[in-house]
């Protein structure tokens, strides 16, 4: 099986990362056509932060195209953390259960500053019977719902007020799509605990939930996005996970040249997703993960039914209209649009 190598510089920022000083800046020949790359893969202002006065050694190009991701960077964070201290005190000041997964927690917590993990998105997790008091909050806030049938059925999306430079936010009912075997909401919120942040107290899931939820996670996007390997990888601090999807991790520390911290079976229905990771890198991943539906769905759904359903779902008529959607809740409705668009009968 082939094995596609990562750039020098993608595997220097893991290293340097995980075991800061034991690794040298690689030659600024290595770093040529790599700000791209690691825009892409999400790592480029933590470069920045890593390489310190060392960047003046780059690549006029590159270094001028790291530093300008590395002040959007900067700029994103602090609106982000304002918009995550408003939405918390909205959040607790009702009788609702939450706690948010993934993104600015993970930030905050595992980086040195959370300018050097970009956050595309704010992930609320909720019972599915609060959402829609969480929307209503939202709304008033000036959030506007942007989820349409082209949306992912198991979250609902909210663009943030106009202006305010802060991130989208997606409510969820469940962490990972119903078919795939991802703790359920209510174990989550059950067993969240605070963290106290820089913008205040936060639910987060507890540290072994959370493990299970990042490593699941990562293995739905197929390994697209480096960041989320560093991510599990943070979270672990050196000590070793079993785990059910663990080979497919274990891949990818092999392909970056580390030790296999991360171990688990190595299953049949797991192969068409592995073979794949392990014929691309983190950014080619990147621009072609919608290409391994079949592949992701056989090593992450419950079984057979579950997996005809994913990869139905997958070729199912995707196009974004409000037509379908009920007021109540915009991801209802959605087979039934489907099946009309499929038939031709009318947008």
């Known amino acids: 099986m082939r094995i596609a190598r990562e750039p020098e510089s993608v595997r220097w920022i893991f290293r340097e990362t995980l075991e800061p000083g034991q690794s040298p800046v ?23 932060h890593l390489l310190g006065v060392r960047i003046g050694e780059l690549p006029p190009e590159e270094r001028r195209a790291l530093e300008a991701a590395d002040l959007d960077a900067q700029a994103r964070s602090q609106a982000v953390g304002q918009q995550l201290r408003h939405v918390a005190a909205q959040l607790d000041a009702t009788a609702v ?21 970009p ?74 605990v605070r963290y106290h942040s820089a913008v205040g107290a936060l639910w987060i899931p507890d540290p072994v939930t959370e493990r299970d939820l990042l490593i699941r996670h990562y293995c739905r996007h197929a390994g697209s996005q480096a960041i989320l390997l560093l991510d599990l990888l943070l979270h672990l601090r050196g000590s070793r ?4 999807l663990g080979a497919l991790v274990a891949l990818d520390l092999g392909r970056l040249g580390m030790e296999p911290v991360i171990a688990g079976p190595t299953r ?77 009968a009318g947008r």
Not at 98 to 114: D, F, G, M
Not at 241 to 244: G, I, P, R, S, W
Not at 272 to 289: I, V
């Open 26 to 48: 690689p030659a600024p020949s290595l770093w040529q056509g790599s700000a791209a790359v690691l825009l892409a893969d999400r790592l480029s202002p933590l470069a920045v």
């Open 268 to 344: 049949i229905r797991h192969a068409p997703l592995r073979r794949w990771m392990a014929r691309r890198t983190f950014h080619e991943r990147r621009l072609a993960r919608h290409k391994s539906p079949l592949g992701t769905s056989l090593a992450l759904a419950r079984g057979p039914g579950a997996i005809a359903e994913e990869v139905l779902g997958f070729a199912w008529p995707r196009f974004p209209t409000p037509r379908w959607r009920r007021e109540d809740d915009p991801t209802r409705g959605v087979p039934l649009w489907r099946l009309r668009r499929l038939l031709g």
């Open 119 to 192: 956050s595309v998105d704010l992930d609320l997790l909720v019972e599915e019977s609060d959402h829609a008091e969480v929307a209503r909050l939202l709304a008033a806030a000036g959030y506007r719902e942007t989820t349409t049938a082209a949306t992912a059925t198991y979250h609902r999306s909210f663009s943030p007020p106009e202006g305010s430079h802060g991130l989208p936010v997606e409510l969820h009912s469940s962490a990972e799509p119903r078919n795939y075997k991802a703790p359920p909401a209510s174990l989550i919120l059950d067993s969240r």
């Open 97 to 117: 259960r939450w706690v948010v997964i993934k993104s600015w927690p993970l930030a905050a917590r595992l980086y040195p500053t959370p300018t050097c993990r």
């Open 241 to 244: 996970m079993q785990h059910e």
